[in-house]
């Protein structure tokens, strides 16, 4: 099981999350390109260690590792401790909850489940908009559908 901070807080929840791209925003890129981009982004608002999730997703199923899962992330307010962040890019613009595939890919569910499977001691998969007023990530998140 990994832990965060000096109190060493279990992680134990992922928390996925949508990029609120235009449309075609990250076309034809791959997914370190992606992160560089969006890690500019995040030094310019100020993140202390830039790209604040712990990975990136493509919907080709492609993807980028961000911070250490050791390392708090900053990818949901307040939540941040004891849970890791996971980005997709989402092939469309987001516009209201929908269905998962409305915004992502088959092969994109597939990767995540995988890489969530293999994190020791997880037990709760969120949305960000389980946890904020926000559309992110564009669908309800159930535990039982990644884990």
């Not at 939540?79 to 613009?93: A, C, D, Q, V």
């Not at 209201?96 to 995540?112: P, Y």
């Not at 997880?122 to 904020?132: E, P, R």
Request: hydrophobic share 35%.
């Amino acid at each position: 099981m990994f832990t965060h901070g000096s109190a060493k807080t279990p992680v134990r929840e992922a928390v996925l999350h949508c990029a609120a791209i235009k449309t075609g925003q990250f076309k034809g890129m791959r997914a370190f390109q992606v992160f560089a981009t969006i890690n500019q982004w995040h030094i310019k608002r100020g993140f202390k260690h830039g790209f604040g999730y712990h990975g990136l997703f493509m919907p080709d199923g492609d993807f980028a590792w961000g911070r250490p899962y050791s390392m708090v992330g900053a990818h949901t307010l307040g939540r941040n401790t004891g849970t890791l962040g996971f980005l997709m890019i989402e092939s469309r613009e987001i516009t209201h909850i929908g269905e998962f595939s409305d915004w992502f890919t088959e092969d994109q569910r597939e990767a995540v489940k995988y890489c969530l499977s293999k994190i020791p001691g997880l037990q709760k998969v969120s949305g960000h908009n389980d946890h904020a007023a926000r559309l992110c990530p564009g669908f309800k998140v159930k535990s039982s559908d990644w884990l």
